[in-house]
């Protein structure tokens, strides 16, 4: 399995209403290679099955390329999973 698809498989553990920073993914894959993460993420080519929307900066924010209608849309789909905001950046947990 290569580097894009152990990504694509990390993602698709991320539940509904959650979100993982690209630095956690990368841990998760044993890797600290958190742009590479994102590399693989805009890249997706079966965005209904790997749900990137959950994936977001450290400090909450979303990138601003976000492949699949922007970070508008990115934020439409996360508050529709039950993710809660302050702002334009996802209220992360502790």
Request: glycine residues 12%.
């Amino acid at each position: 399995m290569n580097f894009f698809d152990r990504v694509y498989e990390t993602v698709k553990k991320i539940p509904k209403g959650k979100v993982m920073t690209y630095g956690q993914v990368a841990k998760e894959m044993g890797t600290r290679d958190a742009r590479r993460v994102g590399q693989a993420l805009h890249a997706n080519k079966v965005p209904n099955e790997v749900p990137c929307h959950r994936v977001v900066f450290a400090n909450g924010s979303m990138a601003p390329g976000y492949a699949f209608g922007g970070p508008g849309e990115q934020k439409k789909k996360l508050i529709s999973e039950g993710v809660e905001f302050d702002g334009e950046r996802v209220m992360m947990s502790s």
